[in-house]
């Protein structure tokens, strides 16, 4: 499989599932936390997905979210949240956690429940 691409220069593109209305009130979450712009977001169903990053399969989009950067790195699920944290305001000072023995495998296991839950609790989410 070839490594994903991104044409929006410098700025890494987060894509999330659209359909999904807890991983949309997320991304607007986020998006209002990144106030300068640093993060472009797309929800995987987006037609421009397959051209701008051939390396990534719909299936593993609706999976989990994926970050990827100006360079094509490809982050997903919990290691997304740990780049993007590193990306957005303050996010660093939220990051370290990640730096704790045991983390990265407790953020990877919380994640996949989130996410394998998502559609269940998104019906408390406001509509999109």
Do not use: N
């Amino acid at each position: 499989m070839r490594a994903p691409t991104s044409d929006s220069g410098t700025r890494p593109t987060l894509i999330y599932d659209g359909d999904c209305r807890f991983c949309a009130a997320v991304q607007r979450l986020v998006r209002r936390w990144d106030r300068r712009g640093r993060v472009e977001y797309i929800p995987s169903q987006d037609a421009v997905i397959p051209s701008r990053f051939p390396g990534l399969s719909f299936a593993g989009c609706t999976e989990a979210m994926h970050l990827v950067d100006a360079h094509g790195r490809d982050w997903q699920g919990a290691e997304a949240v740990r780049e993007l944290l590193k990306i957005l305001p303050l996010g660093r000072s939220i990051g370290w956690v990640f730096l704790v023995p045991g983390a990265p495998w407790i953020a990877a296991r919380a994640y996949r429940v989130i996410a394998r839950h998502r559609y269940f609790w998104g019906r408390t989410c406001a509509p999109r």
